[in-house]
């Protein structure tokens, strides 16, 4: 509601006469909490994808009026980007990214510039590419799976979709609570559930299903394992863009 209002301001003198590009950086649509037939599916296909759309959609309607009036409303051009975060992957799929084009009323000003954009001197990106257990690969989105095409998740993605979210109804009012790791440390049973979970998942159920399966998702590299190794030590949970990434 807050945004809502906010965005409205545009809408009226004197802010209604401004050239304004609108940028969602990312993670805008939280399509991992989004079930699918009362699942969280690690093979995303196009169908999934609209799928899990239509249901934030419908969740969300006041968003999306909110959208349209801002892009109708102004006297000044009007363009809204969604740029690509490591919740929202499925904006990757053109299906989807006509779908919400349809929600803005079909408008020609809004744009999925991929994983980042460019205004002059100012450069716009939501900062989980430059970690390499949520880095999706940019040349390859989609890779072919039991006859479909599927979304080449990352790691990271795939582990959260099979340990953490099926705990999600049980924990959800934890979700939202920032810093994470501050979080876990005062919830001392809630950090050792998770870690057994992934340290599990990674050390056990993900090397044997790399070993059994032609899943293009489970596969094991040194690299994963050393920043799987890396997060347990550390204890980090969330998106790292890294020292070098964070000092350019």
Known sequence: DFFIDFLATYNKPPFDQLNVSLVFNGDTFDFMRAQYLG??????????????ASRVASAHPKFFEALRAFLSSGQAPRKIYFIIGNHDFELLFPAVQRFVI???DNSENVFFPGFS???GDVHIEHGSQHDPMFRLDH????????G???????????????TIMPMHKTF???????PKAQVLNYLPELKD???????????KDFIKDSLKTDDPLKRFSWLMLKEVVKRFIYMR????????????
């Open 148 to 162: 479909k095409e599927i979304l080449n998740l990352p790691w990271a993605t795939v582990a959260i979709l099979e």
């Open 102 to 104: 349809s929600l803005c």
């Open 237 to 248: 949970p969330d998106v790292s863009v890294g020292e070098a990434f964070q000092n350019q």
């Open 39 to 52: 699942g969280y599916p690690i093979h995303i296909t196009k169908d999934i994808a609209l799928a899990k």
């Open 117 to 119: 954009v460019d205004f």
């Open 172 to 178: 959800f009012q934890l979700d939202r609570l920032k």
């Open 193 to 203: 559930l998770i870690q057994s979970k992934f340290w599990n998942y990674y050390t």
């Open 139 to 146: 040349q390859k989105i989609l890779v072919p799976y039991q």
